[in-house]
């Protein structure tokens, strides 16, 4: 069955940078019941403890309403040019391996190096305007890469403005075991002395 998930989200910087709580928890289930969103990635400027904490807040009390996949947006150097950077979304799936989204092609750089990732962004809210369409779909047939659409919301009214349509088993069969990848945060349950409110 396919899913619609947005794939690249500032759940944390949407709320004007709170600790995660359950108030803003259900304005985002909300949001995304309201477009029909079955599932979203959490992926904060290099940070992971909110969107896992976001995870734990929505599953203790939103139940099978909403997939959260915890992650965070990093910067990386070209391989081949280290002043030249990319934006990546890395998030952690059901199935424990780690799926690697190619945020906004052509925004720091206009260059596009692909490397370890699954996915790159075809259309973006916040960024299209930095995305060559024709380009990018060029790479992502070269390099068997699925394209995204994303919202990269910033504001939580725009939470699943850009979704794509995908089977979750496609999502996992493409992304990668990641020794290590936020095993910190795997279990995490946020601050024990701050109670979810």
């Not at 699943?160 to 493409?174: D, F, M, P, Q, T």
Request: one cysteine or more.
């Amino acid at each position: 069955m396919k899913l619609r998930l947005d794939l690249h989200t500032h759940i944390w910087e949407a709320s004007g940078f709170q600790s995660p709580n359950l108030a803003w928890a259900e304005k985002v289930v909300q949001q995304c019941k309201a477009r029909g969103i079955d599932g979203i990635a959490i992926t904060e400027h290099k940070i992971l403890e909110h969107s896992f904490a976001y995870k734990r807040i929505i599953e203790t009390h939103f139940p099978g309403q909403l997939l959260v996949f915890p992650g965070w947006e990093i910067e990386e150097h070209f391989i081949d040019d280290y002043f030249q950077t990319r934006e990546v979304g890395e998030f952690l799936l059901p199935n424990g391996k780690v799926f690697r989204n190619y945020c906004h092609p052509g925004h720091p750089s206009r260059t596009i190096e692909i490397d370890s990732v699954q996915s790159i962004e075809v259309d973006n809210c916040l960024h299209n305007w930095h995305i060559d369409k024709k380009r990018v779909e060029a790479v992502a047939k070269e390099h068997s890469l699925l394209l995204t659409r994303v919202s990269d919301a910033h504001n939580v009214e725009d939470i699943g403005k850009n979704y794509i349509e995908v089977e979750l088993e496609e999502l996992c069969a493409r992304a990668k075991e990641v020794p290590g990848w936020g095993q910190s945060m795997r279990s995490y349950d946020g601050d024990p002395d701050r109670p979810v409110q």
